[in-house]
């Protein structure tokens, strides 16, 4: 199944501002996860990383997706968004260290 690494970046706007709140809001509702699992353990990424497992997805499709929620939520500052997908084949192509636990 397809994975995806999925970073936003409102420009110019510091992580603490009301409209990051807003975009991981909009993401979770839109199936979006802050959370990645390795073995028995949950982990926070970082800020304004999150993860997507859809089979029916491309990163291209991801992308898209991602561009038209962030937008939504740029326009409100104003700011623009930056966006970065990347697709993982298996849990294990992805390696990180001093991750919160969730």
Not at 10 to 17: E, F, G, K, Q, S
Not at 62 to 91: F, G, H, I, W, Y
Request: with cysteine; charged share 25%.
């Amino acid at each position: 199944m397809p994975r995806f690494i999925v970073r936003v970046e409102l420009v110019n706007i510091a992580h603490t501002h009301p409209s990051y709140e807003t975009l991981h809001t909009a993401m979770e509702l839109d199936g979006f996860s802050r959370v990645m699992s390795r073995g028995r353990a949950n982990y926070k990424l970082p800020h304004a990383e999150y993860r997507l497992d859809d089979p029916r997805l491309d990163a291209a499709k991801v992308c898209a997706r991602v561009k038209d929620l962030a937008t939504n939520v740029a326009q409100k500052v104003p700011t623009v968004c930056r966006v970065l997908v990347s697709e993982m084949e298996r849990e294990t192509a992805v390696d990180f260290w001093n991750l919160e636990t969730a």
